[in-house]
């Protein structure tokens, strides 16, 4: 690994923005909802089943995700459907499952 004083900080924005990510990805309701949607767009109802909370807290979720640019939603008529903004995310997630299953002692490859 490399000395922290070799890289440049990141701007305030950047930092905003890191750290917005970071709190997202740190409630097991948000993470389970970016999780679902890495595989195809689901609806605030199809979501809310997927992981047993109400449609309600669903949709408070999903707002708190589209202002950190996490997710958006597509108007399917008179739906919406949610998708991930982009791949970065998924690709996290590969990073955060790979960097933790190296550190569980019952996982095996």
């Known amino acids: 690994m490399?000395?922290?004083n070799e890289h440049e900080l990141p701007s305030n924005f950047e930092l905003e923005k890191s750290v917005q990510l970071f709190k997202a990805f740190g409630d097991?309701?948000?993470y389970k909802i970016l999780f679902l949607l890495a595989d195809k767009?689901?609806?605030?109802?199809e979501i809310a089943e997927e992981i047993g909370i109400s449609q309600?807290?669903?949709s408070h979720q999903l707002k708190l995700?589209?202002?950190t640019e996490l997710v958006r939603g597509i108007r399917a008529g008179q739906?919406?459907?949610y998708q991930l903004s982009d791949q970065h995310i998924i690709t996290i997630f590969e990073q955060v499952r790979e960097h933790v299953r190296e550190r569980d002692?019952?996982?095996?490859s």
């Open 65 to 67: 995700l589209r202002q």
């Open 79 to 81: 739906k919406i459907n």
């Open 56 to 58: 309600s807290a669903t």
């Open 2 to 4: 490399t000395k922290a």
């Open 41 to 45: 767009s689901l609806s605030v109802n």
């Open 105 to 108: 002692p019952y996982h095996r």
């Open 28 to 30: 097991q309701t948000r």
